[in-house]
């Protein structure tokens, strides 16, 4: 079956500029996670929702990025005023029901970089 | 707070050449230890989940183990194609989705 899909699959942007970035999770799964992967870093976790809802935002680094997600489906994370340290692989996961130990299956991610 | 960490972050094997990689971790309360393999350029594949110390998971050429402070993923007679980045994750008894990341081992399988 299909996957967590992402778009763009690359996004390059000069610094100052808003990017917003897409992800489709399973088809079924209520949960979806935003992972940020820095070169050399481990991914870190930003923000998880269990339907349209956001209970958890602590790992947004910053008030410049926020997500929303509609109809329990698509989510989109924006990035206002990019920095240069914005740059970075974001990822989306999605998981059944995002209750217990659901395995999160990743999608192929969006590599941003702001020059 | 929650660490993880693996060991060594880079490893290079002879095809055939059994190895093991370590995820040591600190965290509170345990509910879950993660395995996933990330090749180049795409997402995080997931592997295993381990739950309590002394399981033990099996697939192909790979076993995943726990104890209280540690995994290990075997690697039994690698072939080339077992080449990627190992990723370790673990979710505290705290929460019931967060995963938080140690930042791989890179296996190169030459053959």
């Known amino acids: 079956g299909a996957g967590v899909s992402q778009s763009p699959s690359n996004k390059v942007t000069e610094k100052g500029k808003d990017v917003e970035l897409r992800c489709d999770p399973i088809s079924g799964h209520t949960a979806l996670y935003w992972y940020r992967q820095s070169l050399g870093q481990g991914l870190e976790f930003l923000i998880y929702?269990?339907?349209?809802?956001?209970?958890?935002k602590s790992g947004l680094p910053s008030d410049r990025f926020s997500a929303e997600r509609t109809g329990g489906s698509v989510s989109t994370l924006t990035i206002q005023r990019t920095q240069q340290e914005d740059s970075a692989v974001y990822l989306c996961a999605s998981s059944l029901s995002g209750g217990g130990t659901d395995t999160q299956y990743f999608g192929p991610g969006t590599r941003l970089t702001v020059l | 707070e929650d660490q993880v960490t693996q060991s060594p972050e880079a490893l290079r094997l002879q095809e055939g050449e059994s190895s093991s990689l370590n995820c040591s971790y600190t965290v509170s309360g345990l509910r879950g230890l993660f395995w996933y393999r990330q090749d180049p350029g795409k997402g995080p594949e997931f592997l295993f989940t381990?739950?309590?110390a002394g399981e033990e998971k099996e697939k192909e050429r790979l076993k995943a183990t726990l104890t209280k402070k540690e995994s290990f993923l075997h690697i039994t007679a690698p072939k080339p194609e077992d080449s990627a980045t190992y990723l370790c994750?673990?979710?505290?008894?705290?929460?019931?989705?967060?995963?938080?990341f140690g930042k791989g081992t890179l296996l190169t399988v030459n053959p």
């Open positions: 994750a673990v979710q505290a008894g705290g929460s019931n989705y967060k995963l938080t």
């Open positions: 381990l739950y309590s």
């Open positions: 929702f269990q339907g349209n809802s956001a209970p958890d």
